[in-house]
């Protein structure tokens, strides 16, 4: 019921914004008597939210595709490593098909939850679209996770159908739910999506489809609290996104870039952009299967990549690394996200690549990777430590932790959100959710940050305790956890050190058994071997005790200062 109430204000918030509209600052977006910090965006009538209800994300993308003519020369996909390529008119027979074979050929229907496996490929966006298409929700893994992380996450989401790419597919294999492979098919008896897309036979679906309110995804973020919980995103959720989307590319004039994909399309940045999004404009996808700097420079030459969404690890990587030759002159834009970038990496990238535009912006998960964006390189250039400005239909505000009073132009405190695009709830996780979530509706985010007299963000650091590894979020509890598991520790921190490669590495902090010889190495081994590589420790240190308050609570805010001191500084 509190979720219902929730959505029902974030819908009318557009039309109490307009309304309000004379009330707030026009520079600022601020508004004294609220604490709110609106929009300062107004978008024309073709370009709002659609609002009618009985209306999918996957039925929303394919209806911007290209008219038929154009979407059979029309490029949508092409695969860098064998230069495959997918036409529009292609993209949508695929998913179509698809949709068509899990509907009829394997029962899936309105509501069944399609677990994901795999690593970049054409196919990622087809098997999203495609069970989007018939109503049932998809939850996406890292392949790299390990197998207990992976029935952790089935189990929890309720799948009934595993999409696995067949390197993975061992990791399944205790689960008990049906596995289709990727490509190939017959290993074991499993079908494999290639097969399904071949046998098409006429799409007719015989229940009602999802509407706007009900869920599209279930993906699993540390979130603003506690080890990882399933966010669940609604087909409004994305439709809202996708719309914010295409506002960007036609005020940015990208609805022809040519936008290489690295991003894992399994994290919400490259779901929302790389499997939605860029469909919805027309755009040509360069995809790659994993990042590697020197592929990425040959597509970038090959293909004339002119857009790429990027993290700050790639970001460094060209300010740091030559070119070897290849020719970049083709790039416009490169965005930034997952992570703060700093100045000084901002000033080099600009310093070496002058006609590149770099235009930062900030999002989480639970606001389904939206939340602000640079309309222009100007803003940009004029404000390299900002994250840009709130995206249409947002609003914010800076709430003091002590007080609970919001704060206006200039003062540091939590970000709190409401938008279209944030999340309905923490999966049958009342308590977390309730954390997340004032009773108005807002979504604390656990950052800190500050507006500025213009209406432009800073997120100054992280109130939350998650450690980000190269974009990737890392919780100290998951960790601690398996650290006091070992049988000679007797109590363990896990505190965030800064890296300039990686943003953050994990550090454990650790208290041995009074006679216990246990080594770095082996802490580490212990649990390295049971996590994904991007949560693995990268460093221990043995103490005598764990700070903590006189409630239990370790002190990781003091263990982090204290850190900072005894560890010099490289930069």
């Known amino acids: 019921m509190q979720c219902e109430k929730r959505i029902m204000v974030i819908a009318t918030m557009e039309e109490e914004s307009l309304q309000n509209s004379l009330l707030f600052d026009k520079k600022s977006g601020f508004d004294s008597q609220t604490g ?88 990622y966006p087809v098997m999203c679209l495609a069970a989007l298409y018939i109503g049932a929700v998809i939850t996406t893994a890292n392949p790299i996770n390990t197998e207990a992380e992976i029935i952790k996450q089935v189990r929890d989401s309720g799948a009934t159908l595993a999409i696995s790419a067949p390197s993975e597919m061992s990791k399944l294999s205790s689960t008990g739910v049906p596995v289709l492979l990727t490509t ?137 690394n030559d070119a070897g030759g290849h020719d970049l002159s083709s790039l416009r834009r490169v965005g930034s996200g997952a992570a703060p970038l700093s100045n000084e990496v901002v000033e080099t990238f600009r310093k070496k690549f002058p006609w590149v535009e770099l235009r930062p912006g900030y999002g989480l998960t639970e606001s389904c990777g939206a939340t602000t964006y640079f309309a222009t390189d100007k803003e940009a250039k004029a404000r390299p430590a900002s994250s840009a400005r709130l995206l249409p239909y947002f609003s914010a505000k800076v709430v003091d932790s002590d007080t609970g009073v919001a704060l206006p132009p200039f003062r540091e405190g939590e970000l709190w959100l409401k938008s279209p695009t944030v999340m309905k709830e923490y999966l049958r996780n009342e308590e977390a959710t309730a954390a997340t979530f004032d009773p108005e509706g807002w979504l604390k985010t656990g950052d800190l940050c500050y507006f500025d007299d213009e209406g432009y963000i800073y997120i100054v650091d992280r109130i939350k305790e998650l450690i980000k590894h190269n974009g990737y979020q890392v919780a100290p509890a998951e960790l601690e956890a398996i650290l006091t598991g070992h049988p000679d520790i007797t109590d363990a921190a896990v505190i965030p050190h800064e890296d300039e490669a990686a943003g953050q590495i994990p550090v454990a902090y650790v208290v041995r058994a009074a006679s216990d010889k246990l080594t770095e190495d082996q802490v580490m081994q212990f649990v390295n071997r049971q996590v994904a590589p991007y949560k693995k420790i990268r460093r221990v240190s043995f103490i005598s005790a764990i700070p903590r308050s006189a409630a239990g609570k370790i002190l990781r805010r003091q263990m982090i200062s204290q850190s900072k001191q005894q560890t010099p500084s490289r930069l």
């Open 36 to 123: 709110i910090y609106h929009s300062l965006v107004r978008l024309d009538e073709d370009q709002k939210i659609p609002t009618q209800p009985n209306l999918d994300i996957a039925t929303h993308v394919l209806s911007h595709f290209p008219p038929p003519e154009e979407a059979e020369r029309r490029v949508a996909l092409i695969d860098s490593a064998t230069d495959q390529r997918v036409t529009y008119a292609q993209l949508h027979r695929s998913i179509t098909c698809l949709a068509a074979g899990l509907h009829h050929g394997l029962g899936v229907k309105k509501g069944d939850v399609v677990f994901i496996l795999s690593p970049n490929s054409l196919l």
């Open 184 to 320: 190939g098919g017959g290993e074991g008896g499993h079908l494999s999506v290639e097969e399904l897309i071949e046998k098409c036979e006429s799409l007719e679906i015989t229940e009602a489809k999802p509407n706007q309110s009900e869920t599209a995804a279930i993906l699993y973020s540390s979130g603003t609290t506690g080890t990882s919980k399933g966010v669940v995103l609604t087909h409004s959720n994305f439709i809202s996104v996708v719309t914010m989307m295409k506002w960007s590319v036609q005020v940015s004039k990208a609805n022809d870039d040519v936008i290489l994909c690295f991003i894992p399309i399994f994290h919400i940045y490259g779901l929302a952009f790389f499997a939605l999004g860029l469909f919805s404009t027309g755009n040509t996808v360069v995809l790659m299967k994993r990042y590697d700097f020197q592929a990425m420079l040959e597509a970038i030459q090959k293909y004339k990549v002119n857009n790429i969404p990027a993290v700050p690890p790639v970001i460094l990587g060209l300010v740091k």
